[in-house]
């Protein structure tokens, strides 16, 4: 959607490749500072980026 | 500094701290390795701070503190355990420290024979009245053997459970 890879997110963000495709694959939380910085990344809110189970 | 390089550094100090273990050993001296071993811990957190291109994030500092938590949990059971074992099989015979020094037969020429006691520490093990004193040595080996593989199976397991094993995705 955004033409993205896991390696540019990552570098933006300040985070390993690994962490965005654990978050990716819900197997790792963000805590609450990088989830901010994902959903400020990409305009949008923390809602629209992450679902609470 | 590249990380290469460090983790190169850190090979070598691996293997100079063996041959200085085993220098150790063959002059029958603790102070060689003890002197190493916190020379070597100093180097490798200096050498560490110098690493430019290793990231580290939150998700990486939070699998190492799991990881070290997890790993002084079960050592200090194990050493607990070990060495609580090692204390009662020490005090159930006579102790090697009371005096620290030990006695060693007087000159044969001189006529008033007995032993003279000379001061010394660590007291030499020959003179120690412990029955196999090797087998200390030896759980102590097994001991930091046993911590390692305990390190490096748990950094497995939380490197497994806070990320994707085998995955490499784009």
């Known amino acids: 959607m955004h033409d993205l890879t896991q390696d540019a997110l990552a570098k933006e963000l300040g985070v390993t490749r690994q962490t965005i495709l654990a978050i990716e694959k819900g197997k790792y939380d963000p805590s609450l500072e990088l989830a901010f910085r994902i959903s400020r990344y990409f305009h949008t809110t923390v809602e629209e980026v992450f679902l609470f189970d | ?170």
């Open chain 2, 1 to 170: 500094m590249k990380k290469n390089t460090f983790y190169i550094i850190c090979g070598l100090i691996a293997v100079s701290l063996l041959l200085l273990f085993w220098l150790s050993i063959e002059f029958s001296s603790p102070v060689i390795i003890a002197v190493s071993v916190v020379l070597a811990a100093v180097i490798f957190f200096v050498v560490k701070q110098r690493v430019t291109d290793i990231v580290q994030d939150e998700r990486t500092i939070l699998i190492d503190m799991k990881t070290a938590s997890a790993t002084i949990k079960t050592s200090v059971v194990l050493f607990l355990t070990v060495n609580l074992s090692m204390i009662v099989y020490v005090f159930s015979g006579p102790l090697g420290f009371h005096s620290f020094a030990y006695s060693i037969p007087r000159d044969p020429m001189i006529l008033s024979e007995g032993y003279e006691f000379v001061p010394y520490f660590p007291v030499p093990p020959e003179t120690i009245p412990i029955s196999e004193l090797g087998l200390f040595a030896v759980l102590q080996l097994i001991m930091i053997v046993a911590a390692l593989f305990i390190y490096v199976g748990f950094r497995f397991y939380y490197v497994r459970k806070f990320g994707v094993w085998g995955e490499d995705e784009e």
